[in-house]
């Protein structure tokens, strides 16, 4: 019998029936062999079949997933491989494994063997693993794996295949079995034991692999009668583990019956595997800017609906990602919730992580030293103490740290808590096995009550683990172990299926989903446009369209993959669409938690049943108008400050839409993540209905796009699950680097910028570098190359190698690039202009736009201001040169600095003038003032002064005073904060400016020395600053000065003293969620502040990944507060500058801001040299100089240059008055110095031409 | 809600519905595992593909010294003996067994049929149990014994491995109702 439908068919009730028809009509239930998926729909066949059961007693049930059968048989049969293996070491039954040991086992067999051609150390085992299953579930002869490597042009075949022998020679050794070995000695058992069934059902049929289709295939002859059910567009493995639907038809020469498929959801099949989109009429679609707010909107429509008593179970929400932010997330649900993604790390557990600490005191009470941070979190968490009893003890264990071992500590709180059992059990355990001692401590410490169910699963999963490890090795390190299984991943481990609770609201991947068939009523599809909604399935050593069965092609294109992922996906989103019945709501964002710009995803394929159409009105100004009647070739557009630059090109992008042309079509490229985002915003609110936005990235996201997008990586040997190294990292590794090399280390970020301008010269002459930067170098990339690692600069540069050899690729993105539009081109750098030249290239479109006035990144950037000046030459040309934006003198000034500073300097400035828009420019001829003090305190005083009697005279003004460097920024906003009554707001990008690190960092301060009253009051002040407890100024003093420890007296009426004690309490806290949760704490309600909640938490997952511990963590926090330095990336959380404030921030920060009044202090020679002799050169430009053969005048020369143009940047960013300043004196480093004015003074006054 | 039971399950029921709800409900146990269980492990699978006439020699390897004489005394006792020799036998035999509207699951380490009865065979590692006539195990297993097969010949034989002991019990009709009687009190403990 068979039968074709879909899952939302009653195919499986009729199998059910016609099984429990054959046990009733008294067929032995031995003969009756019935396959499903899994364990759950294995459940739920049982149950069903137990109802319709009219005897009185059966054998058993051969109800088996297909994983179940391989392991059920093996059992039986294992004598028929004991048989075949001859090495020592029998054993009665075989050991069958978790992944987590078979892995073990796998990397000691691997470790000597070389793959050439091969770098990604770190995936190795994974990619091995992934090979294996694909060999394993394809069933694959020696011959078939010959004629797909021989497709796949591997270099390390012979590698392989010897890792992968010997992994096998090595698990019969141990007798040691995970479920792929397991199948694949299925496949020798079932050809070599009798076959006892007569009658076979199969379910799912779609889903199987061909490994159980040769199964079939093999007992078919003893077989009276099959029962097969199967979707024929369901196949949901394909391209994962096999590729093409069994053909049933030609199996059983049968015709099928045929149960009624669903036509909405054969439109979906046929529409994404053609990659258009499909209408839906529950559809609803909600799209934000950032992360959080999609988080949070989906928290909110969650719990209203349970709200409206909506069952929990008919909420579906599907997850493209684990992410650790979505988790936070997730916790405020308010119901239980099934997190079914079939992979997570140990240590989110809270009890388990704290029991594994546990046990490595007892097994290493003299070398283990627990961190202070986790000790208090087991002393209140686990052996029962009062959270002042474990303040205390921890600050007595912190106090002397190491010198005390915690046991001696803890031998004087021996009444408290159960102290004293855990003493007597520690003696006990210590020389026992790791499974014994965690079985022993969790009946002592973790109560069996319904709270603790999922640690008891979870410590369960720990147990089977120790107990493989324990059962198959005769040593092995146990703290080593420890470590590992604290870290390991427990992902598709089928042993580990999870029980799914029935009132629980269902978060799971779109595998699990669709396998474990969860219906729903509303189906949450979250971050719709994550890139891992779509699976990659090919790799370096892993792929999975030349590794299936029957697989015919001799070659393997780009094409093919593009059209087999998005058929997989096609049936997969298919069946998730038959799952439910109600409401889809699609969610997505345009940037995740990170920050950073997500592309493609699922969400393009599905639209909304209604339509509208864009209007966006604008009256361009006779010089803007050219722009939006561009056509098409070439187009340079010169726009000077104030120009409405950013409203005309999103008048041109929203012109280009409303031509016809498909957003996809269009691509924009930005200098900043920022501009990305208002292009992105602005074009959201013009249309907020608009599905899909045209390709708006910076080039790191373009580029990100053509390295990830329909697996390209993998034409340059990079692994799937290749990564950007970060700040921090690349800095301990340069640093690690230099140390093993035996060089200072504190040149590390020296060396980082060098080696980022080298990669980043167009001809890399290796021969000019000098012996030791070569090594460092070459040391550098085989590190990045064995963790799986490039950098911000490989990625521009291996996206421009993939579009330049690889001509499928580059098709691709120049069939779609139809009009490639540049903002910021002056600070465009050589490898972006010529990648914009490539995939423009067959249409031949490009808008740049620009200002090279204020071009001001190209010290200490790769951008090549030459390269726009030539697109000027060859182009279009558009001059956008009128502003309304400063007075008529600010106006005169900036069109005066452009004349002498191109007589001082012939390279500074591209001779423009800018003209005022009539009646709409401040009259204010004698609007630039220059002063020049004699001491620092004076030009303070004086700008204090003037900022005062600006605001009595019009308290509306916004205010400026834009600096040179960072440290400038801080000092004067303090010193303004200090002397003024107003609110003084830096804008600052330096992560020790942030509120949300700042609160972070205070609290972990203050966790790491609870007793310590300086740390809580500084904490207090901070707090303050930041705008909390402001009834509690005068606490500041008190506490600093009592000698009691403030947190351990009572001060209840102090909130400040209640949140310091809740801080406490979170300790057990992983310390990413730690960071989180105090973010949130502080800034939840704070809409502009929140959105560097999660960025801030990364920058802490971060360090702490190389930390190790929470005490590390903080150590390199306090660094980098104070130190400054990383480049870390956060989310510009500047608001718009609003009417009547002060605003102190750097003149870089500046570009795009506008104030009525300017103040540009500190204007003396060095900070602002405009002759050669005033220029110093910095050591890293040193390092740089050499690489690209450039010489020093050529640098400095390049540096007055752009301090013209940063000056002309902060001229005319006034709308109203500026004031330039400086003394003759200042204090530097701690020195008072004598300096001269800049000779912008001379400039300014026009006495220097 | 739960309806299937095994021998251990209701033996745990019969002692404490606290501690069955807590293990069987919740979920709320750790999962056993010790040098006696395994042992007890190692010599029922060797028995049961002896058993099954798989070749044996070379597990013996597994063994240690006193072990072996163990595992020979063991192959040599009475029972051992009359088992191969028998003409009808099911090793590690799986039943599972409708008993009013609940059910019974398990598995016989082996049943013989000699002369119209039906021997249940159990191998202990080391104690028998203390009276293995009213043993829960003993009600399940003739209970489900007597379904699966449909008959009232029985006999239900525990040996000790170690000690080289069998003890043998007689079931009638009187003994079945009993079984079943003192089956369905137990799972009624849970109404």
Redesign the interface.
């Known amino acids: 019998m068979l039968i074709f439908g879909n899952l939302k068919t009653n195919k499986t009730e009729i199998l059910i029936e016609k099984y429990s028809n054959l046990l009733n009509s008294g067929v032995s239930s031995d003969e009756i062999l019935v396959l499903v998926q899994n364990s759950k729909l294995k459940n739920e066949f049982i149950e069903k079949t137990k109802k319709l059961l009219k005897i009185e007693a059966i054998t058993k049930f051969n109800i088996y997933s297909y994983f179940g059968l391989c392991y059920n048989k093996l059992l039986e049969f294992y004598p028929l491989i004991e048989e075949k293996i001859n090495y020592d070491g029998v054993v009665v039954s075989p050991k069958t494994c978790g992944l987590e040991a078979s892995r073990y086992i796998f990397k000691n067999a691997i470790d000597k063997i070389n793959f050439k051609g091969y770098n990604s150390k770190v995936n190795l085992l994974h990619q091995l693993l992934r090979r294996l299953s694909l060999i394993t579930m394809n069933d694959l002869s020696d011959d078939e794996i010959k004629e797909r490597t021989k497709i796949l042009r591997e270099s390390f075949t012979s590698d392989v295949n010897f890792a992968l022998n010997m992994y096998k020679k090595e698990t019969l050794k141990y007798r040691a079995f995970d479920y792929l070995r397991q199948a694949q000695l299925f496949s020798y058992i079932f050809k070599n034991s009798p076959n006892p069934y007569k009658y076979v059902f199969l379910d799912d049929g779609d889903e199987i692999t061909p490994l159980i289709f040769d199964y079939l295939n093999f007992i078919k002859k003893d077989v009276k009668e099959f029962f097969i059910a199967a979707d024929k567009k369901g196949g949901s493995r394909v391209g994962y583990l096999c590729a093409q639907d069994s053909d049933f038809e030609a199996f059983l020469c049968e015709t099928p019956i045929i149960l009624e498929d669903d036509k909405k959801g054969d439109e979906i099949y046929n529409n994404i595997s053609n990659n258009s989109p499909v209408v839906l009429e529950n559809l609803k679609n909600k799209e934000f800017i950032r992360a959080d707010e999609m988080a949070e909107y989906l928290i909110n429509s969650v719990n209203s609906l349970l709200d409206k008593s909506v069952k929990p179970s008919d909420i579906l929400i599907v997850i493209p990602e684990n992410d650790q932010f979505l988790k936070f997330y997730l916790d405020k649900i308010n119901s239980e919730i099934n997190f079914i993604t079939g992979s997570e790390k140990i240590e989110e557990n809270k009890t388990v992580s704290a029991l594994i600490s546990i046990m490595k005191l007892i097994i290493e009470p003299a070398n283990f030293k627990i961190s202070p941070y986790k000790l208090k979190g087991l002393l209140g968490q686990v052996l029962g103490f009062s959270l002042d009893d474990s303040i205390k003890i921890a600050q007595t264990y912190e106090a002397d740290f190491g010198a005390k071992n915690i046991f001696e500590i803890l031998e004087t709180y021996i009444e408290i808590g159960k102290t004293k059992e855990f003493l007597n059990l520690k003696e006990e355990l210590k020389d026992k096995k790791l499974s014994e001692i965690l079985f022993k401590i969790t009946n002592l410490f973790i109560e069996k009550n319904e709270n603790n169910k999922t640690d008891y699963e979870k410590i369960n999963r720990l147990l089977k683990q120790l107990r493989d490890f324990e059962d198959i090795f005769k040593t092995f390190n146990k703290s080593e172990l420890l470590i590992q299984l604290e870290n390991t991943i427990i992902s598709e481990n089928p042993i580990f299926e999870d029980e799914l609770k029935e009132n629980a609201v269902n978060v799971s991947s779109l595998q699990k989903a669709i396998d474990f068939k969860i219906k729903s009523k509303y189906l949450f599809l979250f971050d719709s446009t994550n890139a891992n909604w779509i699976k990659q399935d090919i790799g370096p050593l892993y792929n999975a369209w030349v590794f299936q069965k029957n697989r015919i092609k001799k070659d393997f294109t780009l094409d093919d993959n593009i059209n087999l992922t998005n058929n997989k996906i096609a049936r997969m989103m298919r069946k998730l669409y038959l799952l439910q019945d109600g409401e889809i709501i699609l969610l997505s964002s345009i940037y995740n938690f990170l920050g950073n710009e997500n592309f493609k995803g699922i969400k393009h394929f599905f639209v909304e049943n209604k339509k509208t159409t864009p209007k966006f009105n604008i009256a361009p100004r006779p010089d803007q108008k050219p722009v939006l009647e561009y056509e098409k070739g070439l187009m340079a557009v010169t726009a000077v400050a104030g120009a409405g630059k950013t409203t005309i090109m999103l008048a041109l992008i929203i012109k280009l839409l409303e031509k016809g042309i498909a957003p996809d079509n269009i691509f924009v490229l930005t200098y900043m993540d920022s501009a990305a985002r208002t292009f992105r915003e602005r074009i959201k609110n013009t249309f907020p209905d608009m599905s899909e936005l045209p390709n708006i990235s910076t080039i790191h996201g373009l580029s990100m796009r053509i390295l990830r997008e329909n697996n390209n990586h993998a034409h340059l040997g990079l692994d799937v699950d290749f990564d950007i190294i970060d700040e921090i990292k690349k800095l301990k590794l340069i640093t690690e680097i230099l140390y093993n090399e035996g060089f200072d280390p504190k040149n590390a970020q020296n060396y980082e910028r060098a080696i980022s301008s080298f990669k980043n010269s167009k001809f890399k002459n290796y021969e000019l570098l000098t012996p030791s930067f070569k090594r460092i170098y070459q040391k550098y990339q085989n590190s990045l190359k064995e963790l799986n690692l490039i950098d911000y600069d490989d990625l521009l540069i291996l996206s421009l190698e993939l579009l330049k050899t690889n001509s499928k690729i580059r098709e691709y993105y120049q069939n779609l690039a139809k009009v490639v539009i540049e903002d910021e081109a002056q600070d465009s750098s050589e490898i972006q202009q010529e990648l914009i030249n490539i995939i423009a290239h067959k249409f031949g479109n490009i808008i740049r736009c620009g200002d090279i006035n204020q071009a001001i990144t190209s010290t200490f950037t790769n951008s090549d201001t030459k390269g726009f000046k030539k697109f000027i030459e060859k182009s279009e040309n558009v001059t956008m040169n009128f502003t309304a934006r400063n007075s008529t003198g600010v106006i005169n000034a900036a069109n005066d600095l452009i004349k002498r500073g191109l007589k001082v300097s012939k390279t500074s400035f591209f001779e423009i003038e800018t003209k005022p828009i009539e009646g709409k420019n401040i009259v204010n001829n004698n609007a630039v003032k220059l002063k020049i003090f004699d001491f620092e305190e004076d030009e303070k005083k004086f700008i204090k002064d003037k900022i005062i009697e600006i605001k009595e005279n019009d308290k509306n003004a916004t205010i400026g005073i834009l600096t040179r460097t960072n440290k400038e920024a801080e000092i004067f906003a303090q010193y303004l904060k200090e002397n003024i009554d107003a609110k003084i707001i830096t804008k600052s990008d330096s992560i020790s400016q942030n509120p949300v690190f700042k609160a972070v960092l205070a609290i972990f301060n203050f966790i790491s020395n609870p007793m310590n009253n300086i740390i809580i009051s500084n904490n207090l002040k901070t707090l303050i600053d930041l705008g909390f407890y402001k009834n509690e100024i005068e606490l500041i003093e008190k506490i600093k000065n009592q000698n009691s420890p403030f947190i351990l007296e009572n001060n209840e009426d102090s909130p400040y003293w209640w949140d310091l004690r809740y801080f406490l309490e979170l300790v057990t806290l992983p310390v990413v969620e730690l960071a989180f949760k105090i973010g949130e704490f502080y800034f939840r309600n704070n809409k502009i502040k929140k959105i560097n909640i999660a960025p801030i938490s990364s920058v802490v997952s971060k360090i702490y990944a190389t930390a190790g511990n929470f005490e590390e963590t903080l150590n390199k926090m306090n660094e980098i507060n104070k130190k400054g330095g990383f480049n870390l990336k956060l989310i510009d959380d500047n608001d718009e500058t609003k009417q009547g404030e002060i605003y102190v921030m750097t003149l870089h920060k500046s570009k795009g801001d506008e104030f009525d009044y300017v103040f540009i202090p500190n204007m003396y020679d060095k900070n602002l040299g405009l002759s050669l002799d005033e220029i110093k050169l910095k050591d890293e430009v040193k390092i740089t100089l050499n690489l690209n053969n450039n010489k020093e005048e050529n640098k400095k020369q390049d540096i007055i240059d752009e301090n013209l143009r940063l000056f002309y940047v902060g001229l005319t960013r006034a709308r109203n008055e500026i004031y330039i300043t400086t003394a003759l004196e200042y204090k530097i480093f701690n020195k008072k110095t004598n300096v001269k004015a800049s000779k912008i003074f001379e400039i300014l006054k026009g006495e220097l031409c | 809600m739960l ?1 299937t039971f095994s021998a251990n399950s209701l033996k745990i029921l019969d002692s404490s519905i606290q501690e069955f709800k ?1 293990k069987y409900l ?6 056993e ?1 010790n040098e006696e269980l395994k042992v007890g ?2 010599f029922h ?2 028995i049961c ?1 002896y058993l099954k006439n ?3 020699e ?2 013996k ?2 063994f240690n010294n006193a072990e072996l004489q163990t595992l020979e005394q063991f192959i040599n006792s009475e029972i051992v003996k009359f088992a191969i020799s028998a003409d009808e036998k099911f090793i590690e ?6 008993i009013n509207d609940k ?1 019974l ?1 398990g598995r016989f380490d082996a049943v013989i049929k000699k002369n119209e009865t039906y021997y249940i065979l159990d191998w202990k590692i080391n104690n028998l149990p203390k009276n293995p006539s009213s043993d829960i195990q003993t009600l399940v297993y003739i209970y ?1 014994l007597s ?2 097969y449909k008959t009232k010949n029985i006999k239900m034989v525990y040996y000790s491995i170690l000690k080289n002991e069998k003890f043998e019990i007689n079931i009638d009709e009187n003994k079945l109702n009993e079984a079943k009687e003192k089956i369905v009190q137990i799972i009624n403990k849970l109404i």
């Open positions: 309806d807590m919740s979920n709320l146990y750790l999962i595992d492990n190692k699978n060797i593909y798989f070749d044996i070379k597990f390897k597994a035999q799986p039943f599972f067994v409708k059910y699951t489900s379904k699966l």
